[in-house]
Each structure stands twice: as C-alpha cells, then as structure tokens.
C-alpha cells in the first residue's frame, strides 16, 4: 500500500469552504476522514508562488509539516487568454479582502471592454498537491476550458462560476448542479490524477 494510503484521514489544505465542500464529495467514496485546515487550527500560508503548482506544493507542505498528517492542497484560478492569463494566480486576490467575486467578475469584464477583445477564451486550471509529513509531494493537474459570458447568471458553485461557461455547453457552472460541475470541472480533472496514480483507479 503506498504511503498516502497508510492513513485514515487527510487534512485539506485550504480554508475556501467551496473547494472543501467540492474536494470532500471528490473525496467520501474513498473511505478517508477528511479534515479542513481551519478546523484544526492551522494558519493560512501567504502564497508567495507565481505558479499554481508552486502555491499548491507550499500550502500542502506547510500543512503537512504544521499537523503531521497527509495534506491535499488545491491552487487554482482562473485564466483569460486575453488578458494573457490573468487574473490566474491572482484569481482570489482580484475579489480583495471582502472575497467580492461580484467586483472580480466585472473587473474582468472591464478589462476585456478596454482592450476591445473579441475572443472570451478562458480557462479554469486547478494543481493538487498531495504532502506526506515525512516529505515526499506529489503534483496534478487539471483544465477546463470554456468562454466567459456577461452578465453573471446562476446561484451554485462560487468565484468566477457565474460567468464561466465550459465548452460545449450553454449554462455556466453557477446554472449547473454540483454533480454536473464535478462531471467535467479542473478540479475534478486533477483529482482523477491523482486517484489514479494514488489508489489505482
Ligand atoms: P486559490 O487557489 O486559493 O489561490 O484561489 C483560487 C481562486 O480561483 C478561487 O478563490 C476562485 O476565485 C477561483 N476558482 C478556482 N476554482 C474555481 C471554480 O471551480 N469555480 C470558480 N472559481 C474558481
């Protein structure tokens, strides 16, 4: 049985309660007790990367470290092609200290009106990382890709979801349901990575 296995819980390496919520029904078949990292306590690193891998591997090392136990972390954003890619690692940041993704979502749109774009290309990229306390730190990626469609429409998911809509599709993630985001999203994308390479399936 691989190291990550030999447990019975998991810390999640985040304090977004939306990821926790998605990563924990990612996560509930495989028989792990999940714990959140603001429940037990742990602090909320400062993400100093300018990568989404870079940011993920030090919130999952830092938990790892901080409570003993194996830690998933998840960094992710959103990337407009553009705005070469922003907001990206700066996707929480752009809804400032109050988490206002209303005032995110239309800074976005700004952005594309001032340079007059016609493309509403995007993307939604999420890295797991996955930290054993003993130090080895496996990485996953996973994309969406999509357009972006003004004005926000749809009360499910959080962050850029109301103007996110995945290809091939006409809602946007906050108009689907949570079993029908998890069916194509990033983060679900990335999170069959790493069931793969950890649990064989
Ligand atoms: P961070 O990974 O904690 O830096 O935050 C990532 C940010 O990207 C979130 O706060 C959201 O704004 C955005 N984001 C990541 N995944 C999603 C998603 O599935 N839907 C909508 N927004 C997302």
Redesign the pocket.
């Known amino acids: 049985m691989n190291v990550f296995i030999r447990t019975d819980s998991w810390v999640l390496a985040s304090h977004?309660p939306g990821k926790i919520k998605e990563l924990e029904a990612l996560l509930a078949p495989r028989g792990l007790t999940v714990l959140g990292a603001g429940a037990l306590g742990l602090p909320e690193p400062e993400?100093t990367e300018n990568s989404f891998s870079g940011?993920a591997r030090l919130k999952a090392e830092a938990a790892a470290h901080a409570s003993g136990r194996v830690s998933l972390a998840?960094?992710?954003?959103?990337s407009v092609d553009a705005l070469g890619g922003a907001p990206g690692v700066y996707?929480?940041r752009w809804?400032g200290p109050d988490k206002d993704?209303t005032a995110a979502m239309e800074r976005v749109r700004r952005e594309l009106e001032a340079k007059g774009a016609k493309d509403f290309g995007a993307r939604?990229v999420?890295v797991l990382a996955l930290a054993h306390p003993d130090g080895e730190t496996r990485l996953y990626e996973g994309e969406v890709r999509g357009t972006l469609s003004f004005p926000p429409r749809g009360e499910h998911?959080?962050?850029?979801?109301p103007v996110f809509v995945p290809e091939g599709h006409e809602l946007t993630?906050a108009q689907m349901d949570a079993a029908a985001k998890r069916a194509m999203?990033h983060?679900a994308r990335a999170f069959a990575a790493m069931t793969a390479d950890v649990f064989g399936a």
Do not use: I, M, Q, T
Not at 74 to 78: F, N, P, V
Not at 157 to 161: C, H, P, T, V
């Open positions: 977004n993400e940011n998840d960094d992710s954003g959103l996707s929480a809804a993704f939604f999420c998911g959080f962050g850029y979801d993630f999203s983060r």
